[in-house]
């Protein structure tokens, strides 16, 4: 079974940090991307930073650019999310999500891949003013 094991959640006050990390275990894919979303009461669920496990390429959401970083462990299949300058509306459950691209599914070729996606459990952050 894919896992997708989150921690670093908590409670930080305006301007501190946190680093969120994202195990994922049990896949298979010949590509892969993983990232974090989050949502906030009210809200809907919001990508904010991605990262391919092939290229490296990263993605980020305006409301994050230039204050989150997010980097990937290819050998621990791991991504973490360092957040800084942190601000009451980043007040959110963060969930990590993994994307998998597989050339051959149920043997079918997929010349675009077929595309699964998995969730991790959200991990609470509250930002404190």
């Known amino acids: 079974d894919v896992q997708l094991q989150a921690s670093g959640g908590g409670l930080v006050q305006v301007g501190g940090s946190l680093r969120l990390s994202c195990a994922a275990s049990?896949?298979?894919?010949?590509?892969?991307?993983i990232g974090w979303f989050r949502q906030a009461p009210g809200t809907e669920r919001e990508g904010i930073a991605c990262?391919?496990?092939?290229?490296?390429?990263?993605y980020y959401a305006d409301s994050v650019k230039g204050r989150f970083t997010i980097s990937g462990d290819n050998v621990k299949d791991t991504v973490y999310l360092q957040m800084g300058s942190l601000k009451p509306e980043d007040t959110a459950v963060y969930y990590c999500?993994?994307?998998?691209?597989?050339?051959?599914?149920?043997?079918?070729?997929?010349?675009?891949?077929?595309?699964?996606?998995?969730w991790g459990r959200g991990t609470q952050v509250t930002v404190s003013s």
């Open positions: 049990g896949f298979t894919a010949d590509d892969y991307v």
């Open positions: 999500n993994l994307k998998t691209l597989l050339s051959y599914y149920r043997g079918t070729y997929y010349p675009e891949g077929y595309e699964h996606d998995y």
């Open positions: 990262i391919s496990s092939s290229t490296g390429s990263t």
